[in-house]
Nanobody, 127 residues
Framework: QVRVVESGGGLVQPGGSLRLSCTTS????????VGWFRQAPGKEREFGTG????????ISANSVKGRVTISRDNSKNTLYLHMCSLKPEDTAVYYC????????????????????WGQGTQVTVSS
């Protein structure tokens, strides 16, 4: 059974930085595409950023572009979302989603394109 577990969320002041982790287990496939999504209170889930490892390409929503990067540590089966210059409007539950496929660029922001999701981790940006 594939498991995806996010961690690293918490309370951070505006302008601060945070690193979220996404640890995976139970899969025999290589993770080809990872997506990070978020859902703020009272709002629909939205795409944040995603990366296709084989192509080395990253796509980000305008709301986070320039403030987020994705990395991975294969020895730990963990993917990371690095966020900086955080704003109160970044407050949300953040979700990691993975796929064994190299998703075409137009589908990376589509949550339905991913096979496995985590349960989310809360990020609150407030002074």
């Amino acid at each position: 059974q594939v498991r995806v577990v996010e961690s690293g969320g918490g309370l951070v002041q505006p302008g601060g930085s945070l690193r979220l982790s996404c640890t995976t287990s139970g899969h025999t496939f290589d993770i080809a595409t990872v997506g990070w999504f978020r859902q703020a209170p009272g709002k629909e889930r939205e795409f944040g950023t995603g990366r296709r490892w084989s192509f080395g390409s990253t796509i980000s929503a305008n709301s986070v572009k320039g403030r987020v990067t994705i990395s991975r540590d294969n020895s730990k089966n963990t993917l990371y979302l690095h966020m900086c210059s955080l704003k109160p409007e970044d407050t949300a539950v953040y979700y990691c989603a993975i796929s064994p496929r190299n998703l075409i660029a137009s589908t990376i922001p589509d949550g339905n394109a991913y096979d496995h999701w985590g349960q989310g981790t809360q990020v609150t940006v407030s002074s």
